[in-house]
């Protein structure tokens, strides 16, 4: 009986063994086929954030480590960032400029509310995800802890929202959207500071688009303002601006009116005024029946797609930065190990030297009572019974106590009082030579060689995805 229960338990712990097995086998093929469907910049930003979080392969431990779990551990103490698998592209505007209509056709799915009424009163977030879902604020907010900060300004987390698609049109699935609330004059009460939140959300984006609706408040007094202190603040770069619905303007001359007034308002507030360009974009028609205006609007695609590659550059750059920084690091504990062995070494020297001298302090504070009390009988005894052996080694020994005996007390005294000063200062030397400085461990150099083997792995990770980078690159043109 006992037989067939171990029996049973091996078979039970080999049937766990084989799921567990094929549970990786089925991720592993899951994730070939998605790497496989991915762009090539999808790809390398999704490598790239891998390799910070969980790494590409495993150490000589069978375990995975990242460059984020190597910075943070107290061995290296790095400063790391992990760079995000996707860009952030914010859209700015006054309501009804056509923002939500045009992320819908980007997307390719209806999946913010788009009409005159103001819709979007607070920030929306789009973003790409293997399942249909809306996120509210608290869980928007962990989703991107990168903008937790953003609760400082009051009533915000309440309007911000999050919706995931599927959608794997365009560029969508290395992109996040972040749809602003419509920017409108007059007595509209915002139930936070929408300006101020857009300023310092422009901090976290890499591309800033903003829609300048003809027919209705293009030059309105909020949009104008955002538009001054995103100029103000170093974000001029990032911006892009068009003149969205121009399908609406009924002719050539009005659309030419529209584009002077609005250049002619924002020429005083913009930073790089030189290089402002004002195309016009619509909405393609489902029919096919586009008027004869000229549209811009695969530019806008274009600005998208520019962002992303700068991206992976950037992401790359920091790779490079963040694996050098490491390795650095990795060096210099080396080197302040050595350094730290090599006091302690000295340190030693010193404290055994040190321990002599107290020695020879407590000998000497011995031999002198002994020779101040050696006159009386039990010291003689005692002594004579411990020490002596020989007429000749008694002549020593009363030799001695003649030397080392004190006439006067007080020199005594003031000499016994000096030594246990000088005893207690060499005491407190020693207990600070002896303190030892920290030293690494094997376990922590093997620990640390191992974790430069993988940072070098990861610089030549770093070189095949630029040569991919640098293939889509041909294929393009």
């Not at 996120?135 to 309440?158: C, M, P, V, W």
């Not at 959608?167 to 699935?173: G, R, T, W």
């Not at 461990?441 to 040569?467: A, F, I, N, P």
Request: with cysteine; proline share 3%.
């Amino acid at each position: 009986q006992p037989s067939r229960a171990s029996n049973q338990l091996q078979k039970s712990i080999q049937l766990a063994d084989m799921a567990v097995t094929k549970d990786k086998k089925r991720a592993t093929a899951k994730n070939t086929v998605e790497d496989m469907t991915m762009s090539p910049n999808e790809r390398i930003l999704k490598n790239i954030t891998e390799l910070y979080n969980t790494g590409l392969n495993t150490g000589d431990s069978g375990l995975k480590m990242g460059l984020k779990s190597i910075c943070d551990d107290p061995l290296v103490k790095s400063p790391c960032h992990c760079p995000r698998k996707r860009i952030s592209c914010m859209v700015i505007g006054n309501h009804s400029a056509g923002k939500s209509s045009f992320l819908n056709w980007y997307i390719g799915e209806t999946i913010q509310s788009t009409g005159v009424a103001i819709e979007t009163r607070g920030f929306s977030f789009l973003t790409s995800g293997r399942k249909r879902e809306t996120l509210k604020g608290d869980a928007t907010l962990q989703y991107f802890d990168h903008l937790s900060d953003i609760r400082k300004f009051e009533g915000i987390e309440n309007n911000i929202f999050t919706e995931v698609s599927t959608s794997k049109e365009k560029n969508f699935s290395c992109t996040d959207f972040i749809d602003t609330p419509g920017l409108v004059d007059g007595d509209m009460n915002y139930p936070f500071d929408v300006a101020s939140s857009i300023v310092w959300m422009a901090d976290y984006v890499d591309l800033i688009i903003i829609f300048f609706d003809p027919i209705g408040q293009a030059l309105c007094k909020r949009t104008v303002d955002v538009i001054r202190r995103l100029n103000d603040t170093g974000h001029a770069e990032k911006m892009q601006y068009y003149m969205s619905k121009a399908d609406q303007v009924e002719t050539e001359l009005d659309r030419q009116r529209v584009l002077i007034q609005i250049t002619q308002n924002l020429g005083a507030h913009i930073k790089n005024s030189h290089a402002f360009k004002l195309p016009t974009i619509y909405l393609p028609r489902l029919d096919g029946n586009d008027p004869p205006i000229p549209n811009a609007i695969q530019d806008v695609c274009q600005d998208i797609d520019q962002a992303i590659r700068l991206t992976v550059q950037k992401n790359l750059t920091t790779l490079k930065t963040d694996c050098e920084r490491i390795l650095t690091r990795l060096d210099q504990r080396v080197v302040e190990d050595k350094a730290a062995r090599a006091r302690n070494s000295t340190r030693r020297f010193y404290g055994v030297l040190l321990t002599l001298l107290s020695w020879t302090i407590l000998a000497l504070l011995a031999m002198l009572s002994l020779c101040q009390v050696y006159d009386h009988p039990l010291v003689t005894n005692a002594v004579q019974k411990l020490a002596l052996v020989s007429p000749a080694s008694e002549a020593f020994v009363k030799e001695m106590v003649t030397v080392g005996r004190f006439s006067n007390m007080n020199t005594f005294y003031y000499l016994v009082y000096a030594l246990l000063v000088l005893y207690l200062a060499n005491w407190v030397a020693i207990r600070m030579v002896w303190t030892k400085l920290p030293t690494l461990t094997k376990k922590e150099k093997l620990r640390m060689d191992e974790y430069k083997k993988y940072v070098k792995g990861t610089s030549k990770v770093r070189e095949q995805m630029y040569k991919e980078y640098f293939k889509q690159l041909q294929n393009d043109e």
